[in-house]
């Protein structure tokens, strides 16, 4: 195990320094001017020239970079040029609704998957329907199902709120973040329903591609298992299908689909911006939209490394997830 | 924690929008059923005295010695208040918190007689020398805004009511500088004190509040900064010590949301109670025809230009520049991609209200064989790059429809569209580098003609983004500004636009105005130039069914 942990660290730096060069590498050919667009549109040519040499825009990119990951390197991911307000402090304001939509939209993925993928290869009632319905969503552009999602349970229906996270102005920020858990920590009742409603929409929309990814490696990897001689076994004492399938085939057949999971986690956090833009829902999936058109690179940046570290935490906790499913798996 | 204070109406009624995604996704909301019977919105607006909006993106910071963009512009002139202002719709500066002015024969000293009583926020008085530290924090943050009193020498406080501007110069613009949604601003020097930090010897302000006033406010106007979360939302509150009329709405509620379909799916559910800008025409077009809701079309001085490289290609030759601006349509352009309806023409090289009817004109008769005409003795490469900026949708049609007029002349042209931030860095870049065209929609900070002409058309400006260069022009801009004569400035900027019209590198196409759809019943429109997205909100009230 700590060799896996160290291992996963010593990646996690290197990754995190290629990220951030290639960050550099991209300002660098982007042949933008932040500054200018740090000061407003209509700012002289002194303005801008002044406070490039505050901001240390004028000295060489090598320069800046080291400065950079200096700064990194004791927590400082320097100030945003659209928010002025450090990035660290950024991240720290937007990141858990990020988490809080992606954890929401990854726990609606394993449920949806695991049940298309068990009623799959198990044939139940209904599975070409249901197959049907998640492979149609899935196969929407995130932002059209977002819009026609908001439509018929906004516009239509009005079961569903379309944007933001809460509809309170006064909502609890603390302790975690996330509005879920502080609502419910600070008694809200109200709130907290409010929040979980917010949730649904865009977590849907995060939740459908995902699920019907781990939904059909979970049916290829049940089907596979379902064929080996101690599932024979199993059925010739005279188990139930249902039981064979969910007693004795699921946890032989999780390594696959627990893979296709952790991938899907990583590409949800990076795969949010779409839904967080058109939900105007406030994670960094929103502030990433909003600090592009800017050049705000330490923003993106900042945004950047914290995806690639989430990334290789996900995978990491994966590797040990199959372990525990499968004991038979060296974490080495 | 209170369980109160719900920010968005949650009263839906049963709009029956189209559920053709495609259409909404297209912008073509707003059917014919989309918004018919009584509106329930409305009637929310009007009994809760709250009012909802929306934002495309976060504003800057709302530091009125900071901020300088569009969006967010609703909120610091809601909050802060200027010396003076302009009046409703036109260029005509009136007072505000200065009763009052007199400027000197010789142009160098401006004397505004404040008005008494005024608090600000905190409850601190206004008078003179609060104007004088506003004045010093401006300069003292020096950040993009702060060239409005970079000839300011001193000032100085005879009396709590009088504040005197000393210039070390004429500067021609000065009173349009302090009326402009960007200009000086009073600010409470009781708060700023008590929040700033880093204060030392070499920096007795230390920021000037600066990081404090990121997500508060030390204004004097109608409403105070209640709530202020990146990202989420803004709440703005009535002031009840508000020296002017008192608003009618008692809460703003901002929202950030991005995408503008959504925008118009929560008007159209009463979620919010008007859309400030960004609607697509055809959205405008639906909502005009629609009883349940009011559009009101505002005279910004927002002008889209279609920029000429003068230093590479078939454009460096005049006759070729000349013969290009006939052969822009700008009849059709404005009909095709603005519907009639949210541009007129551009027939001046000044936006609309700064310069008097058959001065400096950019009107040429639309004559398209002028160019093909001219492309036949022109040597050069016949192929163009067309560039356009991506921060306003309109630019994009704009662009198309030229190369579409410009193909069928002879030439090759390839649009693409370049990020407002590559936009910005043109002027730094080699002309060679640069596109030949760029379509972009532009503003001044304020009304006057120096403000337009210098930042956009002198061979310095900061967004002169293809390097054009008329020196005559130049020199015309230099005397306007330091002149004192109003006839002589007058003269010498209409000289100054015609002759940069005449250069053919820089040619407007129209003058967009600023719209803003709301529910039916709202009213007290007041809208300040020079640009978009500032609808005085204090003024709002409603006079809708109750």
């Known amino acids: ?332 | 924690m209170n369980k109160s204070h719900i920010k968005t109406n949650r009263r839906l009624r049963p709009a029956a929008v189209t559920l053709a995604a495609t259409a909404l996704v297209a912008g073509a909301c707003g059917s014919s059923t989309a918004s018919s019977g009584p509106s329930s919105a409305s009637l929310a607006v009007s009994s809760s005295h709250t009012i909802n909006l929306a934002f495309g993106a976060d504003m800057q910071v709302p530091d009125p010695d900071i901020f300088y963009e569009i969006e967010g512009n609703a909120v610091v002139t809601s909050v802060y208040e200027g010396l003076v202002k302009y009046d409703n719709g036109t260029s005509k500066i009136v007072p505000a918190i200065a009763s009052s002015w007199t400027v000197s024969p010789d142009g160098k000293t401006y004397t505004f007689t404040l008005r008494s009583g005024l608090t600000f926020h905190d409850g601190t008085p206004v008078d003179s020398a609060a104007a004088a530290f506003s004045f010093a924090r401006r300069a003292g943050v020096n950040s993009a805004p702060a060239y409005m009193v970079a000839d300011v020498t001193s000032t100085s406080e005879p009396d709590p009511q009088t504040f005197v501007v000393h210039l070390d110069k004429p500067v021609a613009a000065f009173l349009d500088y302090m009326a402009s949604p960007y200009g000086p601003k009073l600010v409470s020097p009781t708060a700023v004190k008590a929040h700033e930090t880093g204060v030392k010897a070499s920096a007795p302000n230390g920021d000037w509040a600066q990081d404090w006033l990121k997500t508060h406010d030390a204004g004097t106007g109608p409403y105070a900064i209640s709530s202020f979360v990146p990202g989420s939302h803004y709440v703005l509150s009535a002031y009840p010590g508000y020296w002017g009329t008192k608003p009618y709405y008692s809460t703003i509620n901002i929202s950030i949301i991005p995408d503008i379909s959504v925008q118009q799916a929560e008007l159209q559910s009463g979620q919010l109670s008007m859309i400030l800008h960004g609607l697509p025409v055809n959205a405008v077009l639906n909502f005009r025809g629609d009883k349940s809701y009011e559009v009101q079309s505002f005279p910004a001085q927002l002008k889209s230009m279609l920029y000429v490289n003068p230093n590479i290609g078939i454009f460096q030759n005049a006759a070729v520049r000349t013969a290009m601006r006939q052969a822009i349509d700008k009849q059709a352009i404005v009909a095709s991609v603005y519907g009639n309806t949210l541009a007129t023409v551009s027939t001046q090289a000044y936006p609309v209200d700064e310069m008097p009817a058959g001065l400096a004109l950019d009107d040429p008769t639309y004559n398209p064989a002028a160019l093909k005409t001219a492309l036949q003795s022109a040597t050069g490469s016949k192929n163009i790059d067309l560039a356009y900026s991506t921060d306003d949708p309109t630019n994009q049609r704009v662009a198309e429809f030229i190369q579409t007029e410009l193909d069928a002349l002879g030439l090759t042209v390839t649009v693409h569209g370049v990020p407002i931030s590559q936009v910005f860095n043109y002027a730094s870049t080699p002309a060679a580098q640069l596109p030949n065209l760029l379509v972009w929609t532009v503003n001044p900070d304020d009304s006057a003609p120096d403000s337009w002409i210098r930042i956009f058309s002198n061979t310095n400006g900061s967004l002169n983004e293809l390097h054009g260069s008329v020196p005559q022009a130049d020199a015309l801009m230099d005397a306007g500004l330091h002149a004192t004569d109003p006839a002589t400035i007058q003269s010498d900027y209409a000289q100054a636009g015609t002759l940069v019209a005449d250069s053919g590198e820089w040619i407007s196409i129209a003058d967009v105005r600023d719209t803003v759809v709301s529910h039916a019943g709202v009213s007290g429109w007041y809208f300040q130039l020079p640009t978009a997205d500032t609808v005085v909100l204090g003024d709002l009230t409603y006079t809708g069914k109750p």
Not at chain 1, 173 to 184: A, E, K, M, S
Not at chain 1, 224 to 233: A, K, N, P
Request: charged content about 15%; proline content about 4%; overall charge positive.
């Open chain 1, 1 to 332: 195990m700590i060799k896996l942990v160290v291992k996963r660290v010593v990646s996690m730096v290197a990754i995190l320094l290629v990220l951030s060069a290639t960050i550099f590498l991209l300002q660098k050919l982007s042949r933008t001017d932040p500054v200018h667009a740090y000061l407003g549109a209509n700012a002289s040519k002194a303005a801008i020239a002044r406070e490039s040499h505050i901001l240390g825009y004028d000295r060489p990119l090598v320069d800046q970079y080291f400065h950079y990951v200096k700064g990194v390197l004791t927590g400082n991911l320097g100030n945003s040029l659209r928010t002025r307000r450090g990035v660290a402090t950024d991240l720290g304001a937007y990141l858990p609704a990020t988490v809080e939509l992606t954890l929401f939209g990854l726990f609606l993925a394993v449920v949806l998957g695991g049940l298309l993928g068990l009623a799959s290869a198990g044939r139940w009632r209904g599975a070409a329907a249901f197959r049907l319905i998640m492979v149609s969503g899935a196969s929407a552009p995130a932002f059209l199902l977002a819009l026609l999602g908001i439509l018929l349970f906004f516009n239509r229906l009005h079961w569903l709120p379309a944007t933001n996270d809460t509809a309170y102005n006064n909502a609890p920020t603390g302790p975690t973040g996330i509005l879920v858990v502080d609502t419910l920590v600070h008694g809200q009742l109200a709130m907290w329903i409010d929040a979980w409603k917010h949730l649904i929409l865009p977590g849907l929309c995060v939740a459908l591609g995902p699920a019907v990814s781990i939904g059909r490696v979970l049916r290829t990897s049940l089907v596979t298992t379902m064929r080996s001689d101690y599932v024979r076994t199993a059925r010739s004492k005279g188990l139930t299908e249902r039981a064979v399938l969910l007693r004795h085939t699921l946890r032989n057949s999780l390594n696959s689909a627990l893979s296709m999971t952790g991938l899907q986690a990583g590409l949800m956090f990076a795969g949010v911006v779409v839904i967080e833009t058109v939900f105007a829902w406030p994670g960094i999936g929103l502030y990433t939209d909003q600090s592009i058109p800017a050049a705000d690179f330490p923003a993106i940046g900042g945004v950047t490394l914290v995806l690639g570290v989430g990334y290789v935490v996900i995978n990491t906790l994966v590797d040990v997830l199959q372990a525990v499913a499968d004991p038979r798996l060296s974490l080495a």
